[in-house]
């Protein structure tokens, strides 16, 4: 069955970098692409940027450009995403999803990875 | 950027229909995906493409689309449909959209 298994909380200090883990299993992982998403307290859900796992090829939501990085590692299954200068506003569970093939949706979700800052 | 409206909350009795709405200009010549998320989980798929329900979701949820506003429609509504429920296109502009996401409550 497809699992995508990710890193564990976090708690960084305003200004730091945190990179999340998303390991999947149960598909072929170069045959989908990896969607981000996180969700701040609270609210609702938020698009963070996208990555084939076939080519390595990015999309990113415009007002994280410059401060997100999106990579995956083919051998392991695993996506990975960075994000740099962290302020308090980035507090949020961050969410992989795989990116459905000839359509939109995210079919199969990992279970979170919270992610603290704070001085 | 393109946006999608949903009402933040909806109301239904238990066995009732619930319809929750999202609005967006011209909604109705996109696809448009729906989930579902309870408290302290991950999200889940309950309509892709419209209308299409992923396998193990039940037919009592179903979608519709056209013009301004795609419907999300739970019939015969239980306790454990009480979740917080998102639309999500995508658009040339914005990629990845979501709504703001509406509360369903079972009274």
């Known amino acids: 069955q497809v699992q995508l298994v990710q890193s564990g909380a976090e708690v960084k200090k305003p200004g730091a970098s945190v990179k999340v883990s998303c390991k999947a299993s149960?598909?072929?992982?170069?045959?989908?692409?990896i969607s981000w998403v996180r969700q701040a307290p609270g609210q609702g859900l938020e698009w963070m940027g996208w990555i084939s796992a076939y080519n390595g090829n990015t999309n990113y939501a415009q007002k994280l450009q410059g401060r997100v990085t999106m990579t995956t590692d083919t051998s392991t299954s695993t996506a990975y995403m960075e994000l740099r200068s962290l302020r308090s506003d980035d507090t949020a569970v961050y969410y992989c999803?795989?990116?459905?093939?000839?359509?939109?949706?995210?079919?199969?979700w990992g279970q979170g990875t919270l992610v603290t800052v704070s001085s | 950027s393109y946006v999608l409206t949903q009402p933040p909350s909806v109301s239904v009795a238990p066995g009732q229909t619930a319809r929750i709405t999202c609005g967006g200009n011209n909604i109705g010549s996109k696809s448009v995906h729906w989930y579902q998320q309870k408290p302290g989980q991950a999200p889940v798929l309950v309509v892709y493409?419209?209308?299409d329900r992923p396998s193990g979701i039940p037919e009592r949820f179903s979608g519709s689309n056209s013009g301004n506003t795609a419907t999300l429609t739970i019939s015969r509504v239980e306790a454990g449909d009480e979740a917080d429920y998102y639309c999500q296109v995508w658009d040339s502009s914005s990629d990845w959209v979501f709504g703001g996401g509406t509360k369903l409550t079972v009274l």
């Open positions: 493409d419209d209308s």
């Open positions: 999803a795989r990116a459905s093939k000839g359509s939109s949706f995210l079919d199969y």
């Open positions: 149960g598909y072929t992982f170069t045959s989908y692409g």
